[in-house]
């Protein structure tokens, strides 16, 4: 990891790529129940049209995030780039106070709590940034991050935030 913090300082822009493998996993899975659901048309039309949309559409995504530049973080020399099923979106320099670690331990669903215990790569938003909004409050109080990044781009959460506070600096 140390020999990829000074690429950061001396090149204007870096890429970090999704790792598609797990992508690719979801793309099998979601086509199976697809092709399972249609099994389920005779006897269930119902259950078996609505997976079939739920889960094509789930194989669609999937596809597109498996394709060329659809996901990845570009660092500028002054903005981050955060790119998702190519929409991108830029969030500048002077915007970002800190990046950190975004836990997201429990949720509550129906009266059963479900242990999940995620870990993204969350940052805050300066007082004067325009971006610092109610959303971003409630964010914080769930996650002690207004907002986070979408994919670990291969790295584990803290490589990742050390080079991004490396960068901020």
């Not at 789930?58 to 020399?77: C, D, E, R, T």
Request: proline share 3%; no cysteine.
């Amino acid at each position: 990891m140390q020999n990829k913090l000074p690429k950061i300082m001396t090149t204007k822009t870096i890429t970090f790529k999704s790792k598609k493998i797990k992508t690719f996993g979801y793309l099998i899975v979601s086509s199976l129940f697809v092709f399972t659901a249609i099994f389920f048309l005779k006897e269930k039309p119902f259950i078996g049209w609505l997976s079939i949309v739920f889960f094509g559409i789930a194989s669609l995504v999937f596809l597109i995030h498996l394709l060329p530049n659809s996901n990845y973080l570009k660092i500028h020399q002054n903005q981050i780039e955060i790119r998702t099923l190519y929409k991108s979106n830029f969030v500048n320099k002077k915007d970002i106070a800190d990046f950190g670690i975004a836990k997201i331990s429990i949720i509550h669903v129906g009266n059963q709590f479900l242990n999940y215990d995620k870990q993204a790569v969350g940052y805050n938003f300066t007082e004067s940034s325009s971006k610092n909004n109610a959303l971003g409050k409630i964010n914080k109080n769930i996650s002690y991050y207004q907002a986070a990044l979408p994919d670990n781009y291969g790295y584990k959460p803290d490589e990742l935030v050390k080079i991004l506070n490396d960068w901020l600096k």
